[in-house]
Structures are given as C-alpha cells and as structure tokens.
C-alpha cells in the first residue's frame, strides 16, 4: 500500500539535452494517493509509458524523485519496490500452468506452499480463472492471458501499486467491457493504487477516478472524467476529450467587445473583462460542441453562423458551421431540427471556458 | 467454376525436377543397384539380393564403428548444447560489443573441415604445437598416436571448438527475439536468474534448439576430414568413425557392392534418427498444445 | 465505372468464406463494408481487387467480365490496416511509384504527386522516408500512393485501425471531402459502425461471407431488414428483448407492461423480439409516454463526452448510450427512461415487423 510521490521528475534519453523539446518528461510534479484508481491519459509519444518505468523502476529517471510513502526509492531496483505491472502485450510464462503461473512472484521469494495455495486461489476466483488452473498458460486466449498476468500482480500481498501499460490492447473489443468491469471490480475489493496508462479516453474515464492528461511530458491537468470534459483545464485537454473535441475561437477585445475575426460575439461581461486584462494576445475560446444552442430561428443574443453541412451519426448529428470566419462543430440530437443556411448560435455563460496561453483562466459570473 | 487453370506453369517445375534427378535421385540409384549385384567388370555382373546387406550388418568392425559413432555424436551434443546456450547467454546484446562478440564466435565455423584438422594436428603435436608440447611439459605423456583417450578427447575437443558457436549463433537469436516486456515482468516477479533462464529464456530456445541439435547431429554423424587429418582413425581403430570406415571400403579396397549397402544403411540410419527426434519433439509440442 | 458481383462464392479448403454475394456498386460511389472480423469484408475486397478469384460467380466491371483478370490488369488501388510503403524510398518516389510503372511523364508525375500531397497534408514531408514519420503520417503516404493513380477501385481495409482516435476523427472527415471530388468507387472496409455512419454514403453489412443488406447508410442504419442487421450496425448494439404483445399492451417478460401506441397496434398479437437502440434510453423522460424501467449498474464506462451504462435486473441485460459523463457506483440501482414510440420489433425469425415513424429521416 502506498503512496506515490513524484517530485521535479525530468526524463530525456538524450546524452545532451538543449531544449525542453529533448526532454520526454519535463518538471513533472504528481501525488497518486493510496488506493486510488488513477488514468495517465495521452497521445502516443507525450511521455506516459516513460512516465510508468520510472515509476516501477524500470528507468532511471535524468533528475528528480520518486517516492513511495515519503521515501525516495529512485536507488530500488522493480524488485524491491513492491510495484506490480501488467504490460501491453500479455507476458505469461508459456511453460508452466495457470497455477504456476499465478504461484510465481510468490515462490520466488519461498513463501510457504500452503499460503502459495491459498493465495492463488483466492485470486483465481476473483478472476474467474478457477477452472483453468491446471491449463498450460500458452493455451490460453488474450484476455485470460492479461488476467493471468494481472494475478501475478493480485497474489501479492506486500504489492503497494499496480501499473497498466494500456492493458486491453489486445482484447477482442467484445470482451472488453467485461475485463474493465473485472478491473473496476478488483480495484473496489483490494483497495490497492492503480495506474493504467492508455491513449484511450474511454479506457481512462472508465477505469479511473482521476485522470493525469499528459502533453509533452507535462500533466496539464489532473481531473475526474467529467471535469475534463466539463472544464478542461487545458486547450489539449478540450481538443483531446470527447468526440468531437472542443471547439476554439481566437478572440480579441476590441471597442467595448469581444470579437472572432469579424464577428462580435454575444458574451457576458467577464469574459470582456478577462480577456481585457490577460498580458497574452493568445487568447482563445473554448465551447464544447454538445453545449452550442443551435437555433433554426433568430433568438435573443443568438450569432448567426453559416452552416457548411450536416452529418447524421445516427441518433445525433453533428453540424459544421462558420461563425466570424471560425469553423465550428455543434451537436444536434435527434429530435431537434437540423438547421439550413443560416444558424443562430448561443453559448450559454457556464459552459464557455477562457484560454489565455492555452490554459484556462476563471471568469467572474455576475 | 471461373478459375482460372492454366497448365503451362506446370512447365516451371521442370528445372528443378531436373536438378534433383542428377543431384540426388541418379547418384542413390546408382548406389541401390551396387548394392544388390557383385560387380566385376562392364559386362560381368551378379545379382546378389540382400546378400551384401547381411554381410554389413553382421560385419564386427563395422558395429564397433557404429557404436563408436554414436558415442561420438551423443558426447558432442551433450556437450556442444550446453556451453553453446551458455555463450549466447553471456554474448553482450548491444553496441559495438555485440558485433565484436558476433565476429569472434563465428570465426571457427568459417574454416573448412580439413583446415581445421590441419590446424588441430599441428596445434597438437609434442614438439612444435602449443597444446601438445605444454601438456608434455606439465608431465602429462600426451599422444594422440598412440593413446586413444587422448586422441578421442582431442577429436571432442575440436568437434566443440568448431560447432560450438554453431549452437551459440542459434541460441544468440533466439535469445533476441523475447521482448523486453518478458524480462521487465520477470523482475517485477522478483524472479532469480536461474528462474528467467528456466521459464522464459529456455521455452524460447526450444524451437532454435531443434534444429541445432538436429543439424549438429546428422553433421556429426557424417563426420570425416577432421580425424582421418588428425589421426587417421587411430590409434587402431580407435577413431575410426562410419564415414572413414566407408571410404576405406570403397575407394581403398574396391568393395562396391558392400561399400553401396552400407551407404545405403548409413543413410537409413540418420533419416531414422532425424525422424525419430524430430517425431518425439513435435509430439511433446502438440501435447502442450492440447492442454487441459 | 461500376462493379458487379454477381452470385460471388468464395470456397478455400472446404469453408465457405463468401455466399451467394450479389452486390452493385455505381460508378462514384463511396461504399462502406461493415461487419466484425472474420465476416468476409478482407476477402470480398481481395475478389474486387483481383487478387483471388470467386469459386462460384461473376466479377463485372463497367459490364465487362473481369473475373479472371488479375490484379495487375484491373486498375484497383488498396489501402491495408499497416501502413505498407517502400521503406528505402522517399515519401515523394512512394507516392510517385505507381505512375513511374505505367511510364507517366515527370512533369506530369511532379504535378499529380504535389497534389496528392497536398490534399493529404504531407506537401511538407515529402523528402522524408516513411520510417522517419508517425503512423498516421505513414498512412497518409499509403493513401497517396493508392489515390495517385485514378485507380477505378480504391479499396480501404480498415486503414484506420492503428491510429489514435484522433487521427481517425480526422481522416474521416478529409476521406469524405477527397472522394466527394473523384469518380472512382471507394470501398471502405470497418468493424465500427459509428465509423460507417461518419463516412456516409452507402454500408453493405456482411455477416459470416453473406450480405445482410446494403442501401444509403442512414437508410441502412434506421431501417434494419433483421436483428442482425440492426445488432452489426450499431454500437453499443441494440438492445433486444423479449415480450409478448396482447391487445393494447406489451409486456417484457410478463414483468413490465406498458401500453401499445398508435404505430405498434397493427401487428398481430403474439410474441415478438423488441429492439431499443442504446440512445433512445435516458436518466430523465424525454416525453410523457416514455416508460420507466428499474435496473442495476454493472459498469459506467465513459468516453470523454459519452457514457455507456451497462444494466441489468432479473429478466434482461442493456446499455443505455448517455450523452454527457455521469458516474456510477458498480451494482447500485438506477432509473431509466425508454421511449415506447422509438421501440422496433422483429418476428421470431429476426425479420423486422415494425420501424418506428417518428426517427428523423424517415
């Protein structure tokens, strides 16, 4: 059991870094509390399996520290640091049973053979892999293999963390679903710290409480699922979550009002306010495509946008608009009318975010 | 039915039909009709049946010989298969010590057969080779003329030189193709390294293993310029192995008809070998196959 | 150019891997083939391209028989799930590499290979060789070198699978507006159905080597001719259940009754599999008719900005499609809502006996 600390973690696997683009991993300072299931979300190449063999040992980080339960463990070797970790592709030895399989970290380090029994069987039922103890592993489909590999994780009893290295990589997408069930379920009953690293958002909404959504070797935020997508922290993290991703209008401050190319946008007076006072001309904002009211008539304080074209995704569709020379996405459901020509858009107060320098900046609501 | 037949592509097997019919099935059916007739001349020849066949298989000198093969082949590979392994295990993986490593372990195998038995003969002698003249010195009476157990550890000792990196090169690839993952998993499981070697390294090399075994095997079997240069199949018969039996036979004596039986026996007997290794290992992997 | 397959069997060694497929693609069409693995979509595009042959039946092109024709003779262009390019050569010379074979002129290569790469946003790599780029860099090149040659056929088979979601997100959209502009027949080989939908055009949906049916995508999607139709074409698939419909009432499983509407209340009575899509069910009624059902979470699974919620009670298994994340504890209870006027029917044959009228579109 215990608690994961990173502090001013840097990682580069150059000899003589120069610039921050050489470094996999940048200044990176995290907690992961006892118990937690945590996701470390991220495009391929933002540092997050890097990030995960520091954690276990596997990699020495070029600076900074780990520590487990307030000690620094950058010294320990994986053997030593109680860590657990299932890789991407199934690592199961070919040779031996189930059981045996299962029974390994324990005989390694000569644990009696009847706690070996009991232990594995223990772990074998919650798995549901009972039946198959006597199998050679070898024989076994992907998800039974992962499940095995996780085993040798669960027998454990001194394993204070367990990390997944995008597990369900190799999961029939059928048998998914009920392995992520089978995680959640393991994790509410031994209470142990998880780590799942993926590029999935939906393996890390739904296996994690809290996500780390790294960016070139930054977390820009830590978060529940909803948080993400109800306020992404970030410009990445809005572009990143959700299906389609945020939408963002560059906008500036001008004569009393805030503009997009050469529309005026219907907004409320902090956001002026904000966007008046921000040091960076960068200054974007953000609306996810699920909150736009699209209107088929004009309303009260609706923009009228232009609408490129429509697509039906079956039971909602999303329509391609053009508000002050920006293009936008906006998410219509079933019942409502898909709007022609022109559109008449609202972006209600709480659900627009302000992005100065790509990071989200808090507005006064009145 | 739309498939398209078209039997001219018959004809493209046609030179390689033709290569085997003069590389192997001219050649053995010469030696088949050796090996049924006594022949005498062009013209003067008898029928024999299996006449040619009893004599060899009741022939003493030529049991011995197939003993002493056998003993021969097995002690190489018990121990060619071992130290073999044991070199790709510690062969460095990366860098240019990997390249250095490669080249020196290949090295033997690049010398013909007679060279080396050239090179071993010399290495051995008591008074100018380096082997032979320090055994003498540290008071041991080494002579591979005239003591056989000092001319079959010789021979032994060459066959590994020679073949060993053979096994090693097989195993080193082998070695290379178990992802990182398996060794990353194995120290997370706190496993020794007797463990990893046992559990992850080894099932790996069964499949390399195979056909080392298998190769260095039929190799052996069939082994003849290194001892007729090193010791000419002395002292006595000592060294005298099946190859160099044959050839005295054939080309010393001019015994053809018996010379083809037992070509054709010495071939049975490798095919039978081969076949009966080979059955017994894809068994035992299809039984794990099956599993529960 | 139109392809015709006409009565298409597809035997290898005794199995049966394409049945009777009669199927009529028309000349600039973008078609989509959806089913899950193994369902015969590689094979049929190996037929289309040339590069096997039918045991039974006919390959047409523009009416011709090519069922024989090779690959080499058909002007087809495939597109595979790896990212297949000449390693040693540039991004330029791959893309280049199929008009250099049929000996175009180089000025005429430099043209079409510029804006090839440029419709596809590589104009900037182009000196680069493919290993050096990221996946979806790669892919593009792949896709380059097969839309270079104004093939009749371009063939996809699941070219998007090894890319982040994003990236697909994004080739989906350019792939509609690069065909929208071309007259050659696109065949785009997927198992995810919300991947259909976004492409459009038509879906042919095979199940074990059969077609299930093929039209307008939309069409496809909302007017499902069987269960299984309806159950390959849509994800999470939709739900069944059974249940008996007496009178003015329907019950599932003679636990939950609820009242027939107007639009159900022509069939015969009698027992009949119900079908709710996954996005018709929501936390909150959305119209006064709607019926609540009580169920139990087995999992939330949450995608960004969709949650897919699976439940179950005594009698039956569903996942509800949310739009928006909402969490849930494993195994505590909830309440949902499912239109009864959004509700199909399927006889006990799986054919369909009732669309619901009041879906878009229809």
């Known amino acids: ?366 | ?292 | 150019m139109s392809l015709n397959l006409e009565n298409i069997d597809r035997v290898v060694g005794g199995e049966t891997h394409i049945a009777d497929m009669n199927l009529t693609l028309e000349p600039g069409s973008f078609n989509v083939l959806l089913g899950r693995t193994l369902s015969g979509k590689t094979t049929l595009m190996r037929l289309m391209a040339g590069l096997d042959t039918p045991t039974r039946g006919r390959v047409l092109m523009n009416g011709q028989d090519v069922t024989g024709r090779s690959v080499r003779h058909r002007n087809v262009s495939m597109v595979y799930q790896q990212f297949i390019n000449y390693p040693s050569l540039t991004v330029y010379d791959n893309i280049a590499s199929p008009l250099k074979l049929a000996k175009v002129g180089r000025a005429e290569i430099d043209r079409r290979v510029r804006g090839i790469a440029e419709m596809l946003h590589i104009e900037h790599l182009l000196d680069r060789q493919p290993l050096e780029l990221s996946g979806g860099q790669q892919q593009r090149t792949a896709m380059g070198r097969a839309l270079v040659k104004d093939a009749d056929v371009v063939l996809f088979d699941e070219p998007l699978v090894n890319l982040d979601y994003k990236l697909r997100e994004e080739f989906r959209e350019e792939l509609r507006a690069v065909f929208s502009e071309r007259n050659c027949i696109a065949v785009y080989a997927t198992t995810e159905p919300a991947e259909a939908l976004a492409l459009g055009g038509n879906t042919a949906i095979l199940h074990q080597g059969r077609l299930l049916q093929y039209g307008p995508t939309a069409d496809v999607y909302h007017r499902p001719i069987d269960i299984r139709a309806a159950e390959m074409f849509s994800e999470p698939p939709i739900n069944i259940v059974k249940g008996t419909l007496s009178g003015s009432e329907i019950s599932f499983d003679n636990t939950l009754h609820f009242p027939v509407g107007n639009d159900l209340s022509t069939l015969e009575p009698g027992e009949y599999r119900f079908g709710i899509r996954a996005s018709h069910i929501s936390l909150t009624p959305r119209a006064k008719s709607d019926i609540e059902i009580h169920m139990i979470v087995d999992l939330a699974e949450i995608s960004g900005s969709e949650t897919f919620l699976h439940v179950h009670n005594e009698h039956f298994y569903m996942t509800v499609h949310l739009e928006g994340v909402h969490e849930f504890r494993v195994d505590s209870p909830v309440k949902l809502y499912f239109p009864a006027h959004k509700v199909y029917a399927f006889d006990h044959e799986g054919a369909v006996v009732h669309i619901p009228t009041h879906l878009r579109g229809i």
């Not at chain 1, 502090?7 to 118990?35: C, F, M």
């Not at chain 1, 209008?249 to 001008?254: E, I, N, Q, Y």
């Not at chain 1, 609408?307 to 391609?320: F, K, M, N, P, R």
């Not at chain 2, 003993?71 to 990366?94: Q, Y």
Request: hydrophobic fraction near 45%; charge should be negative.
């Open chain 2, 1 to 292: 039915m739309n498939k398209v037949y078209n039997n001219r592509a018959w004809w493209l097997i046609l030179p390689m039909l033709l290569l085997v019919a003069f590389s192997a099935v001219i050649p053995l059916m010469t030696v088949v009709n050796y090996s049924v007739q006594d022949v005498f001349d062009a013209n003067t020849r008898f029928f024999t049946g299996t006449e040619w066949f009893k004599e060899m298989l009741n022939d003493p000198a030529l049991q011995a010989a197939v003993l002493r093969q056998f003993a021969f082949s097995l002690t190489i590979l018990a121990i060619e298969v071992p130290l073999g392994i044991g070199i790709a295990l510690i062969m460095p993986k990366k860098g240019w010590q990997a390249s250095v490593a490669l080249i020196l372990v290949t090295m033997p195998l690049l010398i013909p057969w007679n060279v080396v038995g050239s090179i071993w003969q010399i290495f051995t002698r008591g008074d100018i080779g380096l082997m032979g003249w320090s055994l003498r010195e540290l008071g041991y009476g080494y002579n591979i003329t005239s003591n056989p157990v000092d001319a079959w550890a010789t021979i032994i000792l060459m066959d590994v030189w020679h073949w060993t990196s053979l096994i090693a090169l097989l195993c080193y690839s082998g070695l290379r193709s178990i992802p990182d993952a398996y060794y990353q998993a194995a120290r997370i499981d706190r496993a020794s390294k007797w463990a990893v070697f046992r559990y992850i390294q080894l099932p790996k090399l069964t499949n390399v293993l195979v056909i080392g075994v298998l190769l260095r095997f039929m190799h052996s079997f069939m082994i003849y310029a290194e001892p007729f240069v090193l010791t000419g199949g002395g002292p006595g018969s000592s060294t005298t192995f099946l190859s160099q039996s044959l050839t005295t036979m054939a080309i010393g004596q001019q015994d053809l008809g018996p010379s083809a039986a037992f070509s054709l026996i010495y071939f049975l007997i490798i095919l039978l070998v081969t076949w009966v290794f080979y059955t017994a290992i894809m068994n035992m992997q299809k039984d794990n196959n099956k599993g529960a």
């Open chain 1, 1 to 366: 059991m215990a608690e994961i600390t990173l502090k001013s973690l840097a990682h580069t696997y150059l000899e003589n870094p120069k610039s921050p683009q050489d470094y996999a991993i940048r200044e990176l300072n995290h907690v992961w509390q006892q118990g937690g299931a945590y996701a470390l979300l991220g495009p391929s190449g933002c540092g997050k399996s890097t990030l995960l063999n520091i954690i276990s040992g596997l990699l020495e980080p070029s600076s900074g520290e780990v520590l487990f339960d307030g000690e620094v463990v950058n010294d320990l070797p994986p053997e030593a640091r109680n860590i657990a970790q299932v890789f991407q592709f199934p690592v199961i030895y070919d040779t031996m049973t189930v059981y045996d399989n299962l029974a390994f970290p324990l005989r390694n380090v000569k644990t009696p053979e009847a706690r070996v029994h009991e232990r594995v069987m223990e772990v074998a039922d919650v798995l549901e892999l009972t039946s198959q103890l006597k199998r050679k592993a070898k024989n076994l489909t992907a998800d039974e293999k992962q499940k095995v590999s996780m085993g040798r994780g669960l027998v454990r009893d001194d394993v204070s963390a367990i990390l997944f290295d995008e597990p369900l990589t190799v999961i029939d997408p059928q048998l998914k679903w009920t392995l992520r069930r089978k995680l959640k379920d393991i994790h509410q009953r031994f209470q142990i710290t998880m780590v799942y690293v993926t590029h999935d958002q939906l393996e890390a909404s739904t296996f994690a409480d809290k996500i780390a959504v790294m960016y070139e070797g930054q977390v820009v935020q830590f978060g529940t699922p909803r948080e993400l997508f109800e306020t992404p922290n970030h410009t990445f993290v809005g572009y990143f979550i959700g299906s389609p991703g945020m939408n963002f209008l560059d906008v500036s401050a001008r004569d009393g009002a805030v503009w997009a190319g050469d529309t005026a946008l219907t907004v409320e007076q902090g956001v002026r306010d904000a966007i008046e006072k921000a040091s960076s001309s960068n200054i974007k904002l953000g609306i996810r495509p699920e909150f736009i009211e699209v209107h088929t008539e004009p309303v009260e304080g609706g923009m009228s946008a232009q609408v490129d074209h429509a697509q039906d995704l079956g039971t909602y569709s999303i329509v391609y608009l053009t508000l002050g020379g920006i293009s936008l996405k906006a998410r219509i459901e079933e019942d409502q009318t898909t709007p022609t020509g022109t559109a008449w858009l609202r972006f209600p107060d709480e659900r627009l975010g302000l992005y100065v320098d790509e990071y989200r900046v808090e507005v006064d609501h009145e």
